[in-house]
């Protein structure tokens, strides 16, 4: 107790060896992601097997392709939480902003034979001035209202997508993108590492981008708006602006994920704009823990891998010789990831990140309640 | 002008089984500040109640005559029912912590139709529907299907016994005290849970027989119909003033009959937009809807 009440400068006196080593470590330990982030990176060179995570060496084209899958989820979900755990906003149309990106991209490279970097350059625009002027409509509504605009934008986005005018979007089916408008290094079966990477990048840029704006001046209005609008009001400042700077940054960043996303998997489909992907978006970032620096990459990664391997193992032989009252649920991953999105809301609020925590929690409030034991007669 | 009158009278169909959805969705939101994600499912459940009871799975109920209208009480229950479990098991615990509530109808809203896919298929299956509905019957020169004025007469029927429900009862004065202030009700005493289970049974039902109904008006059950008819629902209980029956009745005819002329005299799909565009402008001009109830 008596360290705990003592000034900073005091637990680094030589007096304290032991406080002086646990800094040293908690100092070392503070640079855990860049050690990740190293051992991410080198991913693609590993043929270390990770049986019943993943099928066959690490390193291999179709595990790389499912773990960049799951960094742009991660990504996209830490976008997403920018929304809803940094301002409070519960936009049920973060799909059409992924999807400008993805589809103006592929349909400028197919229609307009522009190459791929102008492209993209015109599908983050085409996600930036969407995000601009529906969150400008939508965010003059507050609360539920606002959701529900949002979600009969990204409606709007989806029919209109499906009903492929004039033959731009490929309707139902999507359309693929045109492999000769793509640089070489980033096609093909044997570049899945490059795709790899870029994907890494994107998740790396949208980690710092979204850590670098919470923690500024803006940040700081965020979270009070998300804490208490009123008393931002109060505090002389207006709550829109702040808001719409927040949904055009996601919006953009959502588009960057659509276009990182369309490299991946080589196309363009409408599942991407419905609102099953918004609220996939959902989940994860609630899987994983909203308002938190690591909880919604978590969670979408967990998600995108769950959601691939529930998969397989639903077309294993192992589900196949179950009965059927277990094998009929166990068939459909998406029945899984909702019970399992339930179970989380009930069983760990706060998301899986908080996980941990909460543990220590329960082992420290056990250990004390075991010394009052002990001290009672 | 027969185009006219059929267009007319298939839009106030599909406006009658939006308001089967958004009267449902509205009550709870009013009084709950729950959006229930889930009204779709227990739609879906509805329907598939009603099927499985009208495929002669159900010993007295069938295809047609009496054993369908048994099957549509069959399914309605079973929705009924659904909503019920949905409330007490899932909302309930969650009383003190209102973004989770929503965020657990949003799993229950994924799981529901996947479920259903996982036991009867992905694909539409026919629904069975008694011969005397499926016939159509001359107006004005107009050759109009049955199904459209089963629905219209069902949300009629339902508006009115809501109406009277929230108007002559004393269950009904809870509601309605409770969706203008819940903490004021609680105050004098008086257990507002009972009415949020009340009023999940009542959404429900409405849902399922919009569901069993539904069957009729296309002809077909899959698992995500429910799903996209949440969405135009939402549409209808924000156009309409969330919290408001009238303004949601209103409002899921004004948004049927858009959507069946826009998209019959431009193209196809674009009646679905104006609806969505509507919404915008209204809530431009109106952020509180059309009746201007409290959001």
């Not at chain 1, 731009?168 to 570049?191: C, D, Q």
């Not at chain 1, 989380?344 to 929690?361: K, S």
Request: one cysteine or more; aromatic letters at 8%; charged letters at 10%.
């Amino acid at each position: 107790m008596t360290t705990a009440t003592q000034p900073r400068g005091g637990a680094r006196t030589a007096d304290h060896p032991a406080t002086t080593r646990s800094e040293r470590l908690r100092r070392a330990t503070r640079w855990w992601p860049a050690l990740l982030l190293v051992v991410v990176f080198t991913v693609p060179y590993s043929a270390l097997p990770l049986p019943g995570l993943l099928d066959g060496p690490i390193g291999s084209p179709g595990n790389l392709q499912l773990l960049a899958l799951c960094l742009v989820f991660g990504a996209l979900a830490t976008g997403y939480d920018l929304l809803l755990g940094r301002t409070g906003l519960l936009s049920f149309g973060h799909a059409l902003y992924f999807a400008a990106g993805t589809y103006v991209t592929n349909t400028v490279m197919l229609e307009a034979g522009l190459s791929f970097a102008v492209s993209a350059l015109l599908g983050l625009l085409a996600g930036v001035a969407l995000s601009a002027l529906l969150g400008a409509v939508s965010l003059r509504v507050s609360g539920i209202g606002f959701s529900m605009v949002t979600l009969a934008f990204a409606q709007a986005g989806s029919i209109l997508v499906q009903r492929d005018p004039g033959g731009v979007t490929g309707g139902e089916e999507g359309r693929a993108a045109p492999a000769e408008r793509l640089p070489a290094s980033l096609v093909g079966i044997e570049h899945t590492a490059n795709l790899y990477w870029i994907a890494l990048a994107y998740l790396v840029l949208v980690l710092v981008v979204v850590q670098w704006t919470v923690r500024s001046p803006i940040g700081r209005v965020w979270e009070g708006i998300k804490e208490n609008e009123r008393r931002v009001e109060v505090l002389g400042l207006r709550p829109y602006g702040f808001k719409l700077a927040a949904f055009v940054l996601a919006g953009t960043l959502a588009a960057l994920g659509g276009i990182v996303y369309l490299l991946l998997t080589g196309g363009a489909t409408p599942q991407a704009t419905t609102s099953d992907f918004t609220l996939s978006l959902l989940v994860m970032v609630v899987l994983g823990g909203t308002g938190t620096r690591w909880g919604p990459m978590v969670g979408g990664i967990l998600y995108t891998w769950a959601d691939h391997r529930l998969g397989d193992l639903a077309g294993s032989g192992a589900v196949a010789g179950l009965p059927s009252v277990l094998r009929v649920p166990l068939s459909q991953p998406l029945f899984l990831l909702g019970a399992l999105f339930v179970a989380v809301i009930y069983l760990l609020p706060g998301g899986v990140v908080r996980l941990p925590a909460r543990l220590r929690g329960a082992r420290t409030s056990r250990a004390t309640a075991d010394r009052e034991e002990v001290l009672q007669p | 002008m027969s185009t006219v009158v059929l267009l007319t009278f298939t839009g106030l169909g599909l406006g009658a089984l939006y308001f089967l959805v958004a009267s449902g969705l509205s009550l709870i939101f009013g009084l709950m500040d729950v959006l229930n994600f889930a009204h779709g499912a227990l739609l879906s459940v509805g329907a598939y109640g009603t099927w499985w009871a009208a495929s002669g799975h159900l010993p007295g109920a069938g295809p047609a005559g009496a054993g369908f209208a048994f099957a549509v009480v069959f399914g309605t229950a079973v929705g009924t029912v659904a909503a019920v479990l949905l409330e007490l098991a899932v909302i309930r615990p969650l009383y003190t912590r209102p973004r989770e509530q929503i965020l657990a109808t949003v799993g229950v809203g994924l799981a529901v139709p996947a479920l259903l896919s996982a036991i009867w298929g992905s694909d539409a299956r026919p629904f069975p529907g008694p011969k005397a509905l499926s016939g159509t019957f001359g107006l004005l020169g107009a050759e109009v299907p049955l199904n459209r004025i089963v629905l219209i007469g069902a949300a009629l029927v339902v508006l009115t016994a809501l109406k009277l429900f929230l108007g002559r009862t004393r269950h009904g004065l809870v509601v309605r005290a409770g969706v203008e202030d819940r903490a004021m009700v609680t105050a004098l005493g008086i257990d507002v849970r009972k009415a949020f289970t009340l009023v999940f049974a009542i959404g429900g039902a409405a849902a399922a027989l919009g569901g069993a109904l539904g069957g009729l008006y296309f002809g077909s059950v899959d698992p995500e119909q429910g799903t996209s008819l949440l969405i135009f629902a939402f549409v209808v209980v924000v156009t309409g003033g969330m919290g408001s029956l009238t303004g949601a009745a209103l409002a899921s005819v004004a948004v049927g009959l858009v959507q069946q002329f826009a998209n019959y005299y431009t193209t196809a799909g674009l009646g679905d937009l104006a609806v969505v565009v509507l919404l915008a402008a209204l809530l431009l001009v109106r952020p509180r809807g059309l009746t201007g109830r409290l959001a």
